[in-house]
Nanobody, 126 residues
Framework: QVQLVESGGGLVQAGGSLRLSCAASGGSFSIYNMAWFRQAPGKERELVAAIGWNDGLTYYTNSVKGRFTISRDNAKNTVYLQMSSLKPEDTAVYTC???????????????????WGQGTQVTVSS
């Protein structure tokens, strides 16, 4: 059973940086497309960034382009989200997710992801 555990969230001032980590266990991490989603109170869950397993292709939602970077370390079974120039509107619960179908393309749709972490809170103060 694949399990995902996030870490690295916290409180930061606007303009600051945080790095989120998501450690995977119990599966074949190197062949999973991975993604970070976020959900703010009263808002729908949105995909923030995703990374493919076979070509490293990345996707970012427009609001974080140039500020966030997703990366993966297959040797450590970990996916990262480096967040810089944080804004109050980045405040949300951030959750990592894994698509266990190795034939999938990188997708923004939550229902295509099979395993989810518990989430980590990111709060950006103004």
């Amino acid at each position: 059973q694949v399990q995902l555990v996030e870490s690295g969230g916290g409180l930061v001032q606007a303009g600051g940086s945080l790095r989120l980590s998501c450690a995977a266990s119990g599966g074949s991490f190197s062949i999973y497309n991975m993604a970070w989603f976020r959900q703010a109170p009263g808002k729908e869950r949105e995909l923030v960034a995703a990374i493919g397993w076979n070509d490293g292709l990345t996707y970012y939602t427009n609001s974080v382009k140039g500020r966030f970077t997703i990366s993966r370390d297959n040797a450590k079974n970990t996916v990262y989200l480096q967040m810089s120039s944080l804004k109050p509107e980045d405040t949300a619960v951030y959750t990592c997710a894994a698509d266990l179908n190795r034939d999938s393309i990188v997708t923004t749709t939550p229902r295509n992801y099979d395993r989810w972490g518990q989430g980590t809170q990111v709060t950006v103060s103004s």
